[in-house]
């Protein structure tokens, strides 16, 4: 079976998308629509600001919503555990009972979040992005524990690139869930940033059950999902953030081999 690449380029502020040639997907910049400095006026920016405002708040609902139902999947498994492991007193049941109140404060935070949208406004500022990856790994150590997943990381130093943190974080987290879900038992995940002379560079490879093609080649789709009970909004969620923050994502999937991720930022001068 042959292995299914997909790229995006950077989205600049007015574009489309096209296809480069087999399944390799970039946004390209169109002039823009030239108009009368009265109609600008009078309907260019009050449309344009409502419609930026429509776009950018069904995303962020989109993302929140999607966001409880990390942990929700993981309270349920858990509780799928304890019940299963009820008759037995071996401690488990005291750390599946910690997994369940972690994901529980987990989900009052996000709906917080969801209550009040002005609060979260994009702030982009020098970070090192290991950091990020270290604590987005905290945030999905349950899911990790539970399947015993080995991860392996490669970091170098000084990593730094410009972005909103917080959103930032979403991403990363929303790639680490889905290749700890393409993990069997025992599986492992690759983590590996380094620079080169213009840009950190932050690769995600798993060795899980990789996807179909016809899946694969979609993947940063709205609504494309490769697991019976996805919605498909996760990488999509993923593609949307890191066109905020001027950003290349690649990904390469292969049935019976596993998924590779790869991310490319510009580095930060701050």
Same mark, same amino acid.
């Given at each position: 079976?042959?292995?299914?690449s997909i790229?995006y380029?950077?989205k600049?502020?007015?574009?489309?998308?096209?296809?480069?040639g087999?399944?390799?997907?970039m946004y390209k910049t169109k002039?823009?629509?030239?108009v !009368?400095?009265?109609?600008?006026?009078e309907?260019? /920016?009050?449309?344009?600001?409502?419609?930026a405002?429509?776009?950018?708040?069904?995303?962020?609902?989109?993302?929140?919503i999607h966001?409880?139902?990390?942990p929700l999947s993981?309270i349920?498994f858990?509780? $799928? =555990?304890m =019940?299963? #492991?009820?008759e037995?007193n071996d401690g488990? =049941?005291f750390s599946?009972?910690?997994l369940?109140? %972690?994901?529980?404060?987990r989900?009052e935070?996000?709906?917080?979040?969801?209550l009040?949208?002005?609060e979260?406004s994009? $702030?982009?500022?020098?970070?090192?992005?290991? @950091?990020?990856i #270290?604590k987005?790994?905290?945030?999905?150590?349950d899911k990790? =524990?539970? %399947?015993?997943?080995?991860?392996?990381? !490669?970091?170098? &130093?000084?990593?730094v690139?410009k972005?909103?943190p917080?959103?930032?974080?979403?991403?990363?987290l929303n790639? /680490?869930i889905n290749a700890? $879900?393409a993990l %069997?038992y025992?599986g492992k995940?690759w983590?590996t940033?380094? %620079?080169t002379?213009?840009?950190?560079k932050? /690769?995600?490879k798993d060795?899980?059950?990789g996807?179909m093609?016809?899946v694969?080649?979609?993947? &940063?789709?709205?609504?494309v999902?490769?697991?019976?009970c996805g919605?498909?909004l996760?990488?999509w969620?993923?593609?949307s953030?890191?066109? $905020?923050h @001027?950003?290349?994502?690649?990904?390469? !999937?292969? /049935?019976g081999?596993?998924?590779t991720?790869v991310m490319?930022f510009k580095q930060?001068l701050e």
């Open positions: 079976m042959r292995p299914i790229f380029k950077r600049h502020s007015r574009g489309g998308m096209q296809k480069d087999g399944n390799r997907k002039s823009p629509t030239r !009368s400095s009265e109609h600008w006026m309907n260019g /920016i009050e449309n344009g600001a409502k419609v405002e429509s776009e950018s708040s069904a995303l962020n609902t989109q993302m929140l966001e409880i139902r990390n993981v349920s858990v509780s $799928e =555990l =019940l299963k #492991e009820n037995q488990s =049941l599946y009972a910690e369940i109140s %972690k994901n529980a404060q989900i935070a996000i709906l917080r979040e969801l009040n949208p002005n979260n994009a $702030e982009f500022v020098a970070v090192d992005i290991c @950091d990020l #270290e987005s790994l905290q945030k999905a150590d990790i =524990l539970l %399947k015993k997943i080995h991860v392996i990381k !490669s970091y170098g &130093f000084d990593m690139v972005a909103d917080e959103r930032l974080s979403i991403a990363i790639i /680490i700890v $879900e %069997k025992r995940l983590i940033v380094y %620079k002379p213009d840009e950190v932050v /690769i995600f060795n899980g059950a996807m093609p016809e694969a080649s979609h993947m &940063f789709e709205k609504n999902s490769g697991k019976s919605l498909g996760g990488l969620i993923v593609k953030i890191l066109e $905020e @001027d950003a290349n994502i690649i990904a390469n !999937s292969e /049935i081999t596993g998924t991720i490319s930060s």
